[in-house]
């Protein structure tokens, strides 16, 4: 069963604006990792943050895990329309040796 | 970045048909491999797991017969569609890790494999 729930299902911004994508999980985790899927093709790796970690930041990319709330979010700042895309969290749940993926937030960047 | 690629793209068949699609780590030795299954605007659905050299561990639901995984190599995996039917229609996608059994870092995907059963 998937594990992560994230909100909202589907953003659609203004290029140049923030775009924050929500998750939760239900089980504790070694790791929350965030992935980016474009249309038809596979997932590439954005960031991983770990448990004892509460922000982690990449570019424009910033992340944060409260691990009490169970809860990550995923800010993308000045947003461009190349990051349209569907974007899923996904966790490696301790003892499960694998990462179970969220619904995933479908990003519509409008130029 | 590690590489990772899926063979095929696209496939087509006919109903009753069987379908081998392919993942290779390109520079890396992919000790676990991940299959799976995604439907139109869902998530991914883990259907097994493969480590080199052992028998995959499917999900609860997913037909061991039905979907055969051989990892023999530490860069290839592959995933067989049996005896195929429309149901099966779906886009399916590989990952790979270096790491046998805990994850403690990425994974790799390929570009998925878009099956359509006639």
């Known amino acids: 069963s998937q594990q992560g729930e994230e909100d909202p299902q589907a953003l659609s911004i203004q290029e140049g604006e923030n775009a924050t994508m929500n998750c939760s999980y239900k089980t504790s985790i070694n790791n929350l990792q965030w992935y980016r899927q474009n249309s038809g093709r596979g997932l590439v790796h954005l960031i991983l943050?770990?448990?004892?970690?509460r922000e982690k930041h990449s570019g424009r990319l910033r992340v944060t895990l409260d691990t009490s709330k169970k809860s990550s979010s995923l800010l993308i700042t000045a947003s461009r329309a190349a990051d349209t895309a569907s974007y899923f969290c996904a966790t490696d749940v301790q003892g499960a040796q694998k990462l179970v993926f969220g619904q995933g937030t479908r990003l519509t960047i409008n130029p | 970045g590690a590489v990772v690629s899926q063979h095929p793209s696209w496939v087509i068949c006919k109903s009753g048909t069987s379908v081998k699609i392919e993942c290779r780590s390109l520079?890396?030795?992919?000790?676990?491999m991940f299959w799976y299954r995604q439907f139109p605007k869902q998530s991914l659905m883990l259907m097994a797991t493969?480590?080199?050299?052992?028998?995959?561990?499917?999900e609860q639901g997913v037909e061991k017969d039905k979907f055969l995984i051989n990892h023999a190599s530490l860069t290839l995996s592959t995933l067989t569609v049996t005896s195929a039917h429309p149901e099966d229609s779906s886009f399916y996608i590989c990952s790979a890790s270096p790491f046998r059994g805990g994850l403690t870092g990425e994974l790799f995907f390929g570009e998925g494999s878009r099956l359509t059963v006639l």
């Open positions: 943050i770990r448990s004892n970690e």
């Open positions: 520079d890396f030795q992919a000790t676990t």
């Open positions: 493969s480590n080199e050299g052992s028998k995959a561990t499917y």
